[in-house]
């Protein structure tokens, strides 16, 4: 249960994606924005587009650590009629990530990859945002082994299994302390298909389905709602709740120039839909306290639209890039609170690989994710006033080895 409510909070964590998606994975990806489909090249075609593994194929291992900072959100406005004007603690994270292709064998292909596809954390330390969010934090792990198969000269199919592990924390501060702790297992699939008719276009499609974290764990709630979780504890014992990590279609073309600069776009759609409610489950009745932490909660969420742009110039052993996206909000108006303040955003970003020789290449990605303020006027839960500066800033060093 703690998993799922984590899983809430995070996107209000997740400021460079939409939601508590994370798009960025590798080095490449970084650097384009995630305009990274139809062009997907390196050993992170595995993961974010299988298909390519057979066009375009490169036995290569790419390991990747990336750098993730998190300012404070502000908030100023009113709550229930009382006046606020809080921040949110600042963040910062280390996410791994490792990308392998395998040999061919014949017409085939495998992959693997480790990301982390969503997650990260938000806390609040000043009421009123603590009756939401004490503290919500998600990490969410996905292994994604892939194969691809090379159909004719032009055109590859791929696909894979998505195994997805998260856990997570959720503590809030309202009529009672709650202190939730879950984790799990979950599974889903993605697919991919390249078109590349010669030497110079590139379309791709890539889709993965949505994987409901089904948190299970263990809650504890205490009255009165002491900061140090103590007083009489009300409940004990199990608990559960499931959230979705949604479905994503991207459509990507990519066109190389005779000067070795190669431009993608890349259009997603995320199926937020799926996320109609946060629905906690308990073994046992929790009495008066059923209306704050037991009765579902409406989330309704809105599928998003996602742009992006990324341009690639090669010149000699340097590979240089840049990317620009537009991200939209699934969060409503209606039903967002301190566990979300999430917000449409601009990413930039840009990076460079250099190719020590024919086999070792390394290289660094930097990019920043910038919320657009946002005005909620008395919304169902009461929340008048304004969400902004809200920031995202990501490095990331990467090293590959080509076999």
């Known amino acids: 249960m703690n998993k799922l409510a984590l899983i809430s909070l995070v996107a209000s964590a997740t400021l460079f994606g939409g939601g508590y998606k994370i798009p960025e994975n590798s080095l490449n990806s970084m650097a384009l924005s995630a305009a990274y489909v139809a062009n997907a090249h390196g050993a992170d075609a595995a993961y974010y587009n299988p298909a390519n593994m057979a066009l375009a194929h490169a036995y290569a291992l790419e390991v990747d650590m990336t750098y993730i900072g998190l300012s404070g959100i502000d908030f100023v406005g009113k709550v229930a009629g009382s006046k606020a004007s809080i921040s949110s603690e600042t963040e910062s994270f280390l996410v791994p990530s490792l990308h392998y292709v395998s040999p061919k064998i014949g017409d085939s292909v495998f992959g693997f990859s480790i990301v982390v596809p969503g997650g990260l954390s938000k806390r609040w330390n000043d009421q009123p945002a603590q009756g939401y969010a004490k503290e919500f934090t998600l990490q969410v792990v996905e292994l994604n082994p892939t194969v691809a198969y090379r159909v004719n000269e032009c055109l590859s199919v791929g696909g894979g299994v998505r195994l997805v592990h998260s856990s997570g924390i959720v503590q809030s501060q309202s009529v009672a302390s709650r202190d939730l702790e879950g ?9 991919a298909l390249t078109y590349q008719p010669n030497a110079q276009l590139a379309l791709a499609a890539t889709y993965r389905s949505n994987v409901d974290l089904t948190e299970v764990g263990e809650a504890k709630i205490y009255f009165p709602d002491n900061a140090d979780f103590s007083g009489t504890k009300i409940y004990d014992g199990d608990a559960e709740v499931s ?5 994503t279609l991207a459509l990507s073309a990519a066109y190389t120039f005779e000067n070795q600069t190669t431009l993608e ?21 929790l009495g008066s306290l059923k209306g704050s932490f037991d009765d579902p909660i409406a989330k ?3 599928d998003t639209n996602t742009l992006r742009l990324g341009v690639t110039q090669l010149y000699k052993e340097w590979t240089v890039m840049a990317g620009l996206a537009y991200d939209e909000s699934p969060v409503p108006e209606r039903s967002l609170n301190f566990e979300l303040p999430d917000s449409d955003a601009w990413i930039a970003s840009m990076g460079a690989r250099y190719a020590y020789d024919a086999h ?14 946002r005005r909620i006027d008395d919304n169902e ?3 008048a006033g304004d969400f902004k500066n809200g920031r995202a800033y990501l490095v990331t060093l990467g090293v590959e080895y080509r076999f």
């Open 243 to 247: 959230v979705p990590l949604p479905a």
């Open 265 to 285: 776009f890349v259009y997603e759609r995320a199926f937020w839909s799926a996320y109609e409610e946060l629905d906690f489950g308990y073994e046992a009745s």
């Open 360 to 373: 070792w290449s390394v290289g660094a990605a930097a990019l920043v994710d910038i919320k657009q303020e």
């Open 381 to 383: 839960i009461g929340i």
């Open 300 to 302: 309704d969420w809105d």
């Open 183 to 191: 984790e799990s297992w979950d599974f889903g699939y993605n697919l």
